[in-house]
Each structure stands twice: as structure tokens, then as C-alpha cells.
């Protein structure tokens, strides 16, 4: 019986080992959602490229291109091209997370790549929507800052052995952003041509910013509380430390103080066969 569990323990062990060193499927999907942000990026420049040179982007009205832009039809294509990519892109995020939770393979590499596949996807999309003026620029922009101080926080804190969970305002922000996304990438190009229309479809995304900056500064707060109560252990260990340093080195001293005394109470205590004889005639 011994044998047989030992050999199971075994199997179990090798499976796992191997499950780690696989790169796996959900590695697989994510690193195939950072690799479609490449032709998004190449079409969301000659959309920008396009706008630019015909003074506007385009819009629908009913089925028709409503657009006084000479290249609206092209700028369509190229749009509807990006939204499918994107579209891609979230559903490989869903499927790889399902997939990694199910076989219980998360990884190093998922846990660092995954979420900076998501935040890529989500902020070109932004700019992309911004570019085609479905969306408003200072959004995206604030969105980018709070993005880049909350992982300045979390890169900053990581090097002070600093963790802090996620909280539920992320994932809320998460989802909100998500539905906004899709939302106004469907219905932007019919909705152009009514600013106030557009501005009731970017409410959405709007509220998801506000949320955003929420979980950010909860996030910020816990890891500055964190990196701060870390300095201050690190500090109190340092002066213990250097007390006992202290200590020790006067502990030292006084032995080595303490010798020559030694020595003269032993000199003393010479016992007089050892003294020179000398014989008197």
C-alpha cells in the first residue's frame, strides 16, 4: 500500500510539474490578444491618416454614409475592421480566464501578461473611439493617467514585498467600461450626427471613468499604507539591529579591558619554585 500511494503522489507531482512548465492554452489566447493589437494599431493609423487629409470622420445615416469626408467608406471599413479585432480580443480574455480557473493552470506569465493584454485592448479601443470622435479625448486621457499611477503604485509597492487584493470597485470599473466599449462602438456611427445623442451613449464610460478613479485611489492608499508601515517595520528592525551591534562591540571592549587585570592577579599568584634559585657560597 505504501508503494502504490508513493507511486500516486508520484503522478500527481509530475502532472502538476508538467501543467507549470506547459505554456498552455490560456498563455496561448493572451499572448494572441496582445499580438492582434499590431494590425489594430496599423488600421488605427490609417483611419487617423484618412480623417486627417478629409477634414472629418464618418457616420451613418439609416444605411447611407451621411459623411462629407471623400474617404468615408474607407474609413468605415477600416472601422468595423477594428471593432471585429477588438471584439476578438474580449472574447479570448473571457476564454482564456474560464479556461485557466477550469484546469487550474494559472501561471507567472498569465498573471502578469493578462492584465496588461486587457489594459492594452481597452485604452487603443478608447483612442481609437476618440480618433473617429464617438468618444471624448480628455476621458481616454484620464483614464491613461489613472492607469499609469495605479501600476506605478502597484510596480513601486511590489519592490517593498507590498500586496494588496483586488477590490470589487475594479471589477465593477471593469464590466462598466466593458458594456460602454461595445456599446458605443455599435451604435457611434449611427448617433454622430446628434451631439446630445452622443453624449447620453458616453454616459456609460463616463461613470466607469468616475468608478475608476475610485478603485484607483483605494488601491493607491492601501499600497502608500502598506510601503509605509513596511518602512517603518524595516526602520525598528535596523535600530534593533544596530543596539545589539552596539551591544556586543561593548561587551567586547570591556572583555578586552578586563584582560590586563587578569594577567597582573595571575603573575601574582606565581608560586616561588618557579622563582631563579641562586646558591650563596
Known amino acids: 500500500m505504501p508503494k502504490i500511494k508513493q507511486k500516486k503522489h508520484l503522478k500527481s507531482e509530475f502532472n502538476n510539474h508538467r501543467k507549470r512548465s506547459h505554456f498552455g492554452v490560456a498563455n496561448w489566447l493572451t499572448a494572441l490578444r496582445l499580438l492582434l493589437m499590431i494590425p489594430f494599431i496599423i488600421l488605427m493609423t490609417a483611419a487617423a491618416t484618412l480623417i486627417i487629409k478629409g477634414e472629418g470622420t464618418f457616420y451613418y445615416k439609416n444605411i447611407t454614409l451621411a459623411s462629407k469626408n471623400a474617404n468615408s467608406l474607407a474609413i468605415s471599413i477600416i472601422y468595423w475592421l477594428n471593432v471585429i479585432i477588438f471584439m476578438v480580443a474580449m472574447m479570448t480574455d473571457w476564454i482564456d480566464g474560464y479556461y485557466a ?141 544596530q543596539q545589539k551591534s552596539q551591544a556586543e562591540n561593548l561587551n567586547k571592549n570591556t572583555k578586552a579591558v578586563d584582560k590586563p587585570e587578569d594577567n597582573l592577579k595571575q603573575n601574582k599568584k606565581i608560586d616561588s619554585k618557579d622563582l631563579p634559585f641562586f646558591e650563596t657560597k
Open 101 to 241: 480557473r477550469k484546469t487550474n493552470t494559472v501561471s507567472s506569465f498569465g498573471k502578469v501578461f493578462d492584465p496588461i493584454a486587457d489594459k492594452v485592448a481597452t485604452t487603443l479601443m478608447m483612442i481609437f473611439l476618440a480618433i473617429v470622435d464617438f468618444t471624448y479625448l480628455p476621458v481616454v486621457v484620464l483614464f491613461i493617467v489613472r492607469d499609469i499611477l495605479v501600476d506605478g503604485s502597484r510596480v513601486y509597492a511590489a519592490k517593498k514585498n507590498v500586496k494588496v487584493a483586488a477590490n470589487w470597485w475594479g471589477k465593477v470599473k471593469t464590466i462598466i467600461v466593458s458594456f460602454a466599449l461595445v456599446a458605443i462602438s455599435f451604435a457611434g456611427p449611427w448617433l454622430k450626427s446628434n451631439e446630445l445623442s452622443i453624449l447620453y451613449l458616453n454616459l456609460p464610460l463616463i461613470v466607469g471613468l468616475i468608478i475608476a478613479w475610485i478603485s484607483g485611489i483605494i488601491y493607491m492608499s492601501k499600497y502608500l499604507k502598506g510601503i509605509t508601515k513596511n518602512t517603518e517595520t524595516t526602520t525598528q528592525n535596523n535600530e534593533e539591529n
